[in-house]
């Protein structure tokens, strides 16, 4: 009788403490109205017509971008698979022979792909375009690529919006047929990334401004922080060899205690232990992985760029906002 009782108060206590977790959770689809992707048709992940045009990207985040505004008109294919680490990839021979058939290939630039302009060298006709063509630069601050544009410049909402004009615009000059199409679905595919830009604003404005932190392993987060108003602290610029050496967790640490932040946070492609350590060593609370160079597979937490920017967006404000 006794355990009976105690089962049914554990059971009532749960279900409090999950439900007010529930409640509290701010999430951007909690606060987005439902747009339609592909007003002229199609959808992302529509299978293409055999005789389709065929694109190339260099990495998934921007594969996804492009099939947001191609809806299955377009064959958009990325050369690195999710979950690779982009900034330092080998191309293989099979790689070249794709893009060699390819129509179009589409790419950050910015230093990003250090492999990319070696491989395009080896490949005859084939016109690229570099999606960051417009945005305003960010330099990394400090390292061996000091004063070099910061290339994560598609981890702000804001600069998403010039990605998709730029896909637009290489689509139309690819396809002038179908210009309509890209325009009515270019144009559905920024009102969602509007959406994300709001909630950050909205959310990150209830967070004190000496408060705005986003400490991160690598630097990938200048874009955001200079959009929303934010400071960084990071461990390393950009993704090296050396990452998480003791006097860079001593460099983080000292700036989580000096400014009382409360909560750190790790990418989800590198080892997250150092930062984890940093967590452990100062109290703050460690608010987990985000995304920023790979989208996951179908069935993981980020699998399109929209996914990837809501993860992470509910993360900040979740962390910041001290809801768990
Ligand atoms: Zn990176």
């Known amino acids: 009788m006794m355990q009976k009782r105690f089962f049914v108060v554990l059971f009532i206590a749960l279900f409090s403490i999950s439900a007010a977790a529930f409640a509290q959770e701010a999430t951007p689809e909690a606060t987005a109205e439902m747009t339609q992707p592909c007003p002229a048709g199609g959808s992302p992940d529509a299978v293409p017509a055999a005789d389709a045009l065929k694109v190339l990207t260099s990495f998934t985040t921007i594969a996804d971008m492009a099939r947001n505004v191609s809806c299955g008109l377009l064959d958009v294919q990325s ?13 293989t021979p099979s790689d070249l022979v794709k ?29 690229s375009v570099n999606l960051t063509d ?48 890209y325009t009515a679905n270019s144009a559905a595919y920024s009102a969602e990334i509007q959406q994300i830009d709001e909630f950050l604003k909205t959310n990150l404005d209830q967070v004190p401004a000496e408060k705005r932190f986003l400490v991160s392993c690598e630097g990938a987060f200048s874009y955001l922080i200079r959009d929303y108003g934010m400071q960084e602290l990071y461990m390393w610029p950009i993704n090296a060899d050396q990452t998480g ?23 989800s492609t590198v080892n997250q232990g150092p930062m984890q350590e940093v967590a452990n060593q100062t109290g703050a609370a460690y608010g987990g992985y985000l995304y920023v160079d790979s989208l996951t597979e179908a069935d993981g937490e980020a699998p399109t760029y929209l996914k990837l920017l809501e993860f992470d967006a509910t993360r900040i404000v979740n962390g910041l906002l001290g809801i768990q």
């Open 245 to 267: 050496t003791p006097k860079q967790v001593a460099k983080v640490i000292n700036g989580v205690q000096d400014n009382q932040i409360p909560v750190v946070f790790c990418e």
């Open 134 to 181: 417009g945005i305003e630069l960010v330099p990394i601050a400090e390292g061996e690529y000091q004063d070099k544009p910061n290339p994560h410049a598609w981890m702000s909402p804001q600069n998403a919006l010039i990605y998709t004009e730029n896909i637009r615009k290489a689509f139309v000059a690819l396809d002038p047929a179908n210009e309509a199409a």
């Open 99 to 127: 893009t060699q058939n390819a129509n179009l290939v589409l790419y950050n630039g910015l230093g990003l792909e250090r492999w990319f302009e070696k491989f395009m060298g080896s490949v005859q006709g084939v016109p």
């Open 79 to 91: 050369i690195t698979k999710p979950g690779t680490e982009i900034h330092g990839y080998e191309p």
